[in-house]
């Protein structure tokens, strides 16, 4: 039997869809700005901090990196507000999970990117009579931040997909809202199809632009 593909019956649809995309991009950036501090913090502390502070921050990075994201926003969103004894939202549980899961990648990118600066660079900063933090600031950071631009945007572009899991507890992302509108309308193909033909509308301008610094970084370098 062949399947009779009928986008017009999405029209009505259109509104929930734009509110998806909405969240979705909310969530993006704010997860990912939120992520951006926690790793800066945590990057350049691991790079320099005493073991008894590296050490725990470590921990947090590797819970993290090393456990799926789906699991961490279930036992976020169910489990934390038992331990803690504070009712959580879903939006809230999934702001903190996707903060901290891209915090951690974060972290170990701002900590490659620091400690691939050769150590002959804060020599040459203490030789002529800078501060350590003025050092780290004029010097160090701006180059470490070239070999970090890569990185930085292919994990931002992780963290856009990676969105889609708020599904999973009920915040009205597009993912959500398509399966809404798919038991609306009977029409997953349809619906499924176009969700992910925006995801690809949205990502893809930022796959060349990480592919394009990565070319400039290589003639650079």
Known sequence: ????????????????????????????????????????????????????????????????????????LVWVYYALPVLIGVDMSAAMACFLTLSLYAGSFYAEIFRGGI?????GQWEAGRAIGMRRGRIFRRIVLPQ??????????????????NTSLVSTVAVADLLYQGSVITAASYRPLEVYSL?????????????????RVEQRMGAHR
């Open 1 to 72: 039997m062949q399947y009779a593909w009928d986008f017009g019956a999405l029209r009505p649809y259109w509104g929930l869809i734009g509110q998806g995309l909405l969240v979705t991009l909310i969530y993006t950036v704010t997860t990912v700005a939120a992520g951006v501090v926690i790793g800066l913090v945590t990057g350049i502390l691991r790079t320099n901090a005493p073991r008894w502070v590296s050490i725990p921050l470590r921990g947090y990075i590797e819970v993290f990196r090393c456990t799926p994201l789906l699991v961490q």
């Open 195 to 211: 969700i992910a033909l925006l995801y690809f509308v949205v990502l893809f301008p930022l796959t060349l632009v990480a592919d």
């Open 115 to 119: 400690e691939a600066i050769d150590r």
């Open 144 to 161: 470490a931040i070239q070999v970090m631009i890569p990185s930085f945007i292919n994990q931002t572009i992780l963290q856009l997909k």
